[in-house]
């Protein structure tokens, strides 16, 4: 995964930048959102990063800028490909309503957790879970979920298969490389790969992403706890966008 | 008249497969005498509309705040009149660094 993109700060993103890494130092939100910043920096840097970029409307290209979003945190910036480099703007945090809330079923009940096991196993740990989603007309979803994580020193791989009633079943597979740690965060290079029912894989390109350390699987007194923790967490909603975009995007099947 | 939409009646519905499905170039609006009751459009189209309404969303947040709209006139500025600087090696790496 090499850098292609020469990276270049604004004045004005190098004030917020310093101010940010200053705030860090004491305030576990602003390190965080420092992570999500230098995740970003790391994924637009990349070759054939362009794709993900995403557009700010404006009446002309000058004003034009792309941008991307991770946990809250939007970075904005051009890129000049003739010269290979991205120029920061700003960055700032905002909560935005999620598009897909319009058209996906929204749910008038919080989901309810059925079931949820944990077991240890040789390098690792499995978790087994089925969850109920209930829509604004009473019918009820369930989905059943799997997940397997091996730990193999520096690099880990993690197994994630879940259904839901009448949905193909989706089965995605995560290789970790364990990268810098910094209080509950760790910033991994991850590749995913995801199978589909059909028997096609589709291959993401490598990215750098923060990982909370404090595993919500091994921290909560009773499952409902952990559930409940896992729902009102600031980070959850943010995580599972991300996975969602993750998902929405397909660009090398094969 | 949208030449990319097409009025159809529920009966068409019966004509599709997984093969044909996957093909649909028009998003279809289908009705039952005059009474339009869905809509089908193709997965591609369906995430082109996600992205540019999450595209809006976004922009209508940033612009309705003051302070995001001064901050990026600043940085706007301060991109015509060059003054950025490279993000700095070891910098990103820095980024976990206390």
């Known amino acids: 995964m090499g850098a292609e993109y020469q990276v270049q700060l604004s004045d004005t993103a190098r004030a917020d930048f310093e101010q940010l890494r200053f705030d860090a130092e004491t305030r576990p939100h602003a390190l965080t959102k420092l992570m999500e910043v230098g995740a970003m920096l790391d994924q637009i840097a990349e070759e054939g990063s362009s794709d993900y970029d995403r557009v700010l409307p404006a009446s002309s290209p000058e004003l034009a800028l792309r941008y991307r979003s991770e946990g809250g945190v939007y970075l904005y910036f051009r890129r000049f490909e003739s010269t290979r480099t991205v120029v920061v703007a700003f960055f700032c945090e905002m909560q935005v309503e999620n598009a897909a809330q319009f058209t996906s079923v929204a749910t008038a009940e919080p989901p309810k957790l059925l079931e949820w096991q944990v077991r240890d196993i040789p390098h690792g740990m499995e978790a087994e879970g089925a969850f109920e989603f209930t829509g604004e007309d009473g019918s009820r979803k369930r989905m059943r979920n799997f997940v397997r994580k091996v730990e193999w020193g520096d690099s880990y791989t993690v197994f994630n298969h879940f259904a839901m009633d009448d949905q193909p079943a989706r089965t995605m597979i995560t290789s970790g490389q364990r990268g810098e740690i910094e209080g509950d965060w760790r910033r991994d290079v991850i590749e995913v790969v995801e199978m589909f029912p059909d028997g096609s894989t589709c291959r993401f390109p490598p990215q750098t992403v923060p990982v909370w350390t404090r595993n919500p699987f091994y921290e909560g007194a009773s499952i409902e706890d952990m559930f409940a923790r896992m729902q009102k967490d600031a980070l959850w909603q943010p995580r599972l966008d991300r996975i969602k975009s993750l998902m929405s995007r397909r660009p090398e099947q094969r | ?98």
Request: no cysteine; aromatic share 4%.
């Open chain 2, 1 to 98: 008249m949208d030449p990319t939409v097409e009025h159809v009646g529920v009966s068409k519905l019966r004509m599709f497969n997984a093969t044909n499905l996957g093909k649909i170039k028009k998003m279809l609006v289908i009705q039952d005498n005059d009474t339009p009751l869905a809509v089908l459009l193709s997965y591609p189209q369906y995430l082109a509309i996600q992205n540019k309404l999450q595209e809006a969303l976004d922009a209508v947040e940033l612009l309705s705040k003051k302070e995001n709209v001064d901050r990026l006139l600043a940085s706007l500025q301060d991109i015509s009149e060059g003054r950025i600087s490279p993000l700095g090696k070891g910098t990103r790496n820095e980024l976990a660094v206390k």
